[in-house]
């Protein structure tokens, strides 16, 4: 999981974004956390390749509607309390060079 205090680092950059707790999915299912992204027009930010891999590409595959997905990879980044601003900047510059990214996965 990643730092909760990412998305309060995010939206100090100006973005609109929210933890999977303080949206009220801690401990729910991939599948609840993507359908949610959906319905709410957002995009998805994790380290979890494998689950959400699959649920991108079973959802295009369909033609179902689909979101965003962005994959990090924490080790890139500083440790401890650095971590969440880290993360932050780094996904504001990609979000910045990528201001209406498709519905899929992407690797910042």
Known sequence: MLPPATAAELN???HDAIGVAEAGLAGRDDATVY????EQQRLVVTENVADFATITKDRLAAGETSVPVVFVRKHQHSRGSALAPALARHLHRWATENPKPYPGAHWP
Not at 35 to 38: D, H, P, R, S
């Open 12 to 14: 100090a950059l100006g």
């Open 35 to 38: 359908e949610t992204a959906v």
